[in-house]
């Protein structure tokens, strides 16, 4: 299974982007899709997870702005990141959990938002 992410890239503040994730593999081999990201020197945390069948979830900093979907057709799962700040300047990476609870994560993609 590989998660292919991609979409990132230099934007301004106030900008908008649109992340995608490719997955090897039927949407449906996956009980949660969503994405995390992480700053330089901070840790990695939460921006979005889908659950099949079930609830999603975002992270505080990104409510609002942000809108996680899946397309089960393409085998993606997609962020659309509105409003964007120098904050969210980070690697963001697809992650996948298996059926039985095995976790995959993607290879990451920048985002630098800057003026």
């Known amino acids: 299974v590989q998660l292919q992410a991609s979409g990132g890239g230099l934007v301004h503040p106030g900008d908008s982007l649109r992340l995608s994730c490719a997955l090897s593999?039927?949407?449906?081999?996956?009980?949660?899709l969503g994405w995390y990201r992480q700053a330089p020197g901070k840790q990695r945390e939460l921006v979005a997870i889908?659950?099949?069948?079930?609830?999603?979830n975002y992270g505080d900093s990104v409510k609002g702005r942000f809108a996680i979907s899946r397309d089960d057709a393409k085998s993606t799962v997609n962020l659309q990141m509105n409003t964007l700040t120098p904050e969210d300047t980070a690697v963001y990476y697809c992650?996948?959990?298996?059926?039985?609870?095995?976790?995959?994560w993607g290879q990451g993609t920048k985002v630098t938002v800057s003026s």
């Open positions: 593999g039927s949407a449906f081999s996956f009980n949660a």
């Open positions: 992650y996948g959990r298996g059926l039985l609870g095995r976790e995959f």
């Open positions: 889908k659950v099949l069948g079930g609830s999603t």
